[in-house]
């Protein structure tokens, strides 16, 4: 996709999910800007995570969108938020299930731990 097509993407997934802010859902007060996600380096490294990941037909209840950053920010060594890491995960097709300020996503957990154990082994 060109550049302009992913800030509109975004912008519109951002719309839908006006409750999604830097800590996760329901947090108003710390508002996600579309051009500032795009731009950090934080949605970057969050999108090429994700674009290793299996996407399933349910939803994985075994591990939140705070676990997968956290396996996002032991991979890479940077900090990513979890309003980023959800942001993310929806511009990248997949489904959510919103739980407080988390969200749990139809992502392989199977693919997800072969691939997070190459990575410790490299």
């Not at 309003?83 to 739980?99: E, H, R, T």
Request: a positive charge; charged letters at 25%.
């Amino acid at each position: 996709m060109q550049p302009l097509k992913n800030l509109y993407k975004l912008k519109n997934i951002l719309k839908r999910y006006k409750d999604l802010g830097r800590p996760g859902f329901n947090t108003e007060d710390y508002p996600l800007d579309s051009c500032f996600v795009t731009e950090s380096y934080e949605f970057a490294v969050c999108n090429r995570w994700l674009s290793t990941k299996q996407k399933i037909k349910t939803i994985n209840n075994k591990i939140s969108s705070y676990g997968l950053k956290q396996k996002v920010e032991k991979r890479y060594g940077e900090y990513v938020s979890n309003g980023v890491f959800i942001a993310a995960a929806l511009y990248n097709g997949f489904k959510i299930k919103k739980s407080g300020p988390n969200a749990f996503f139809n992502i392989s957990h199977k693919n997800m731990n072969r691939w997070v154990k190459r990575e410790i082994q490299v």
